[in-house]
């Protein structure tokens, strides 16, 4: 594996096996520059596929790839048809080999995984996920007692960076009162929001406790990581999981 690539920094058996991939270790140039493992932004078709080969070199099989849509739909791998992409925001699976897979740059990647290594699971979070309730949809269906799940946070758009309107505050207040305390006042009309405290908030409510990972920021971070904040036409990093078999 490429060691620009992040590990998880969490508990989970050996047999339970992830990474995030950062910029490093591709074939694109310019903005994309050089793994970009995603189809938007106008990088060339030729270069993200050979991108996505690079990648599958290290994985089982191929990652099954989601039509991601901002939403809180979570779906379990084994019940899809092949050569699938449905519409979903969250992949779990308990057979060995399948990949979950989650493109991002700037929403937060979460990986979840039963403590036995039984079942693992990745959901994409930005904010209107998480306020839509995805993460609490990924744990479900993950199908094991909360209490006995572990999450890994990837790399995110950090709290110092992250400057979002009243309306996104209030979309988290209406269901938790004290998710305020992830925002701070910026600039008149505008906030500071700190998507791993609302990802810890939610988990907790949901009964998970054991959250590891944080501490990135794919703004600030422009040598390591994508940004579609600093930069619209942006690449796509990947965080994926699987059980090995």
């Known amino acids: 594996m490429n060691p620009a690539w992040i590990r998880p920094d969490w508990p989970a058996p050996p047999h339970v096996r992830a990474f995030a991939t950062t910029r490093a270790g591709g074939v694109s140039e310019g903005e994309f520059a050089s793994l970009n493992l995603g189809g938007k932004g106008g990088d ?67 990986l979840l995984c039963a403590e036995d290594g039984s079942a693992v699971g990745a959901v994409h979070a930005g904010w209107r996920g998480l306020a839509a309730g995805v993460i609490e949809s990924g744990v479900a269906a993950l199908g094991v007692d909360p209490a006995r799940v572990l999450a890994w946070m990837g790399p995110t758009i950090g709290p110092a960076a992250y400057e979002v309107g009243p309306e996104v505050r209030e979309a988290f207040l209406a269901a938790d009162p004290g998710a305020g305390e992830a925002f701070a006042a910026h600039r008149p009309g505008k906030f500071l929001a700190d998507l791993y405290a609302l990802a810890r908030r939610r988990l907790a409510r949901t009964g998970v406790t054991s959250v590891h990972g944080g501490g990135f920021c794919t703004f600030t971070e422009r040598d390591r990581f994508f940004s579609y904040r600093r930069t619209p036409a942006s690449g796509r990093m990947g965080t994926f999981a699987w059980i090995q078999g």
């Open 44 to 110: 060339d078709p030729a270069r993200i596929e050979r991108n996505r080969e690079i990648l599958r070199e290290h994985l089982p099989e191929r990652p099954q790839w989601l039509v991601q849509v901002h939403g809180a739909a979570s779906v379990r791998l084994e019940s899809l048809p092949p050569a699938t992409a449905p519409r979903a925001d969250g992949a779990v699976t308990s057979r060995p080999g399948r990949v979950c897979a989650i493109l991002t740059a700037d929403c937060m990647p979460l």
